[in-house]
């Protein structure tokens, strides 16, 4: 059981209040909060060695060569892959799903197939790839998924759904794309902050994730890929430190991961990132999972019997890890968010959380989401149960 008094601590954030009340913030699955280690990692590169990387022989250069690589080295040890050379530095996931959406070769007619709860940022990619067909099948259906995945060049899916917390089982899909000649391509954004990952011993082919989703920056996310696959593609970015050499009518392309991380890189993020998957190693990603279920079964319990309330996703908590998507009869799912901002600084999401096919398939205008993570205590899920049966009898 994880110390969450003591973890507080480290998040500077709660040190803060709004018009004289704490804040209670339950919106993880959009952004976490960052702890003060990855704050001053951040604020080291600025103050300490605030130079360019990869292309400074001088001291300071070397120091940010030598902070980007301990951090590579640190997700690689994260996510258990082989080598370094299979971590790419993006922006965020949606890029990473892009690089491989424009870099990978597929051929003309080539079927990509993706699941009914994608994020825009794992369905607009192959949405407008004029290339390709585009195939969905149903969240969780294995055996949907058996009967879709033939004749499939690339599988992308969700992990874990930011729409309602529940998982693909991946493992098994995996086995049963790779049975069938499919690659796959996994979207960890919000599987990664909270579970262990391991991409050798699931056999994915690509994965995607964000630091800010797992308490490190914004600005930061990561393309994992098998180091062969990741040697055949094609640069998504070209430009400084892409190439080896050039000249005015040809180049040479840098090796993996370098040919992929095209101009100054946001080397602050980078580092950060590296705290914040030591960070999440030390606390222990199993005990952070646990304690999510915890926090969900009491604001579950708390709230079954409230009239028109209704659970997004299954009613089991440890279906859903620390998301609570619900909608309330008679109301707007904004006006739910707002009531809990401004009477008790409760921070939730309201919307279609990125998910607007979902929504619009089941026609429905979105969810209010409550999403939990390693800083969030018993005693504001008590409060939120309080404050959601507050607002409920409005209606």
Same mark, same amino acid.
């Given at each position: 059981? #994880?110390?969450?008094?003591?973890?507080?601590?480290?998040?500077?954030?709660?040190?803060? +209040?709004?018009?004289?009340?704490? #804040?209670?913030?339950?919106?993880?699955?959009?952004?976490?909060?960052?702890?003060?280690?990855?704050?001053?990692?951040?604020?080291?590169?600025?103050?300490?060695?605030?130079?360019?990387?990869?292309?400074? #022989?001088?001291?300071?250069?070397?120091?940010?060569?030598?902070?980007?690589?301990?951090?590579?080295?640190?997700?690689?040890?994260? $996510?258990?892959?082989?080598?370094?050379?299979?971590?790419?530095?993006?922006?965020?996931?949606?890029?990473?799903?892009?690089?491989? @959406?424009?870099?990978?070769?597929?051929?003309?007619?080539? =079927?990509?197939?993706?699941?009914?709860?994608?994020?825009?940022?794992?369905?607009?990619?192959?949405?407008?790839?004029?290339?390709?067909?585009?195939?969905?099948?149903?969240?969780?259906? =294995?055996?949907?998924? &058996?009967?879709?995945?033939?004749?499939?060049?690339?599988? /992308?899916?969700?992990?874990?759904?930011?729409?309602?917390?529940? /998982?693909?089982?991946?493992?098994?899909?995996?086995?049963? *794309?790779? +049975?069938?000649?499919?690659?796959?391509?996994?979207? @960890?954004?919000?599987? *990664?902050?909270?579970?262990?990952?391991?991409?050798?011993?699931?056999?994915?082919?690509?994965?995607?994730?964000?630091?800010?989703?797992? %308490?490190?920056?914004?600005?930061?996310?990561?393309?994992?890929?098998?180091?062969?696959? !990741?040697?055949?593609?094609?640069?998504?970015?070209?430009?400084?430190?892409?190439? &080896?050499?050039?000249?005015?009518?040809?180049?040479?392309?840098?090796?993996?991961?370098?040919?992929?991380?095209?101009?100054?890189?946001?080397?602050?993020?980078?580092?950060? %990132?590296?705290?914040?998957?030591?960070? !999440?190693? &030390?606390?222990?990603?199993?005990?952070?999972?646990?304690?999510?279920?915890?926090?969900?079964?009491?604001?579950?319990?708390? !709230?079954?019997?409230?009239?028109?309330?209704? #659970?997004?996703?299954?009613?089991?908590?440890? &279906?859903?890890?620390?998301? $609570?998507?619900?909608?309330?009869?008679?109301?707007?799912?904004?006006?739910?968010?707002?009531?809990?901002?401004?009477?008790?600084?409760?921070?939730?999401? /309201?919307?279609?959380?990125? =998910?607007?096919?979902?929504?619009? @398939?089941?026609?429905?205008?979105?969810?209010?989401?409550?999403?939990?993570?390693?800083?969030?205590?018993?005693?504001?899920? +008590?409060?939120?149960?309080?404050? =959601?049966?507050?607002?409920?009898?409005?209606?």
């Amino acid at each position: 059981m #994880i110390n969450v008094d003591k973890i507080r601590k480290d998040f500077p954030v709660y040190d803060r +209040e709004i018009k004289g009340k704490p #804040i209670v913030y339950m919106d993880s699955a959009c952004v976490s909060m960052k702890p003060r280690q990855v704050i001053g990692a951040i604020n080291r590169y600025y103050n300490e060695f605030p130079a360019c990387g990869g292309r400074s #022989i001088h001291k300071l250069g070397k120091q940010v060569d030598e902070e980007v690589e301990k951090s590579r080295k640190e997700v690689k040890n994260f $996510f258990n892959a082989k080598s370094e050379k299979e971590i790419i530095f993006t922006r965020n996931t949606t890029e990473a799903i892009n690089l491989i @959406a424009k870099s990978f070769k597929f051929d003309k007619n080539d =079927v990509m197939l993706t699941s009914d709860k994608e994020h825009n940022s794992n369905l607009l990619p192959w949405q407008v790839n004029d290339k390709i067909e585009h195939r969905i099948f149903r969240f969780g259906d =294995v055996e949907d998924f &058996k009967e879709k995945v033939k004749g499939v060049r690339m599988v /992308s899916m969700v992990h874990t759904s930011n729409l309602d917390g529940t /998982s693909n089982p991946v493992e098994g899909m995996i086995k049963i *794309a790779h +049975e069938n000649g499919a690659l796959v391509m996994l979207d @960890a954004a919000q599987s *990664a902050p909270h579970k262990e990952v391991d991409v050798r011993d699931i056999d994915v082919d690509f994965l995607a994730c964000s630091g800010h989703k797992m %308490l490190g920056p914004s600005g930061i996310g990561v393309l994992y890929g098998k180091l062969g696959l !990741l040697e055949g593609l094609n640069p998504f970015l070209v430009g400084g430190d892409t190439v &080896k050499e050039t000249t005015y009518s040809s180049h040479e392309l840098e090796d993996v991961p370098e040919r992929f991380e095209a101009g100054l890189q946001n080397y602050a993020g980078i580092i950060g %990132l590296g705290e914040a998957v030591k960070y !999440l190693k &030390k606390v222990g990603l199993s005990e952070i999972h646990e304690h999510e279920v915890m926090l969900n079964k009491i604001i579950t319990e708390g !709230l079954k019997d409230v009239k028109g309330l209704k #659970i997004i996703g299954p009613e089991e908590p440890d &279906k859903r890890g620390g998301v $609570f998507s619900f909608n309330i009869e008679g109301m707007n799912p904004h006006n739910i968010a707002t009531m809990l901002s401004e009477s008790s600084n409760i921070m939730i999401r /309201s919307g279609a959380h990125c =998910v607007h096919s979902w929504f619009n @398939a089941n026609k429905m205008d979105g969810s209010a989401r409550a999403s939990l993570y390693v800083y969030n205590t018993k005693e504001e899920c +008590e409060e939120f149960v309080e404050k =959601v049966k507050e607002i409920a009898k409005f209606v």
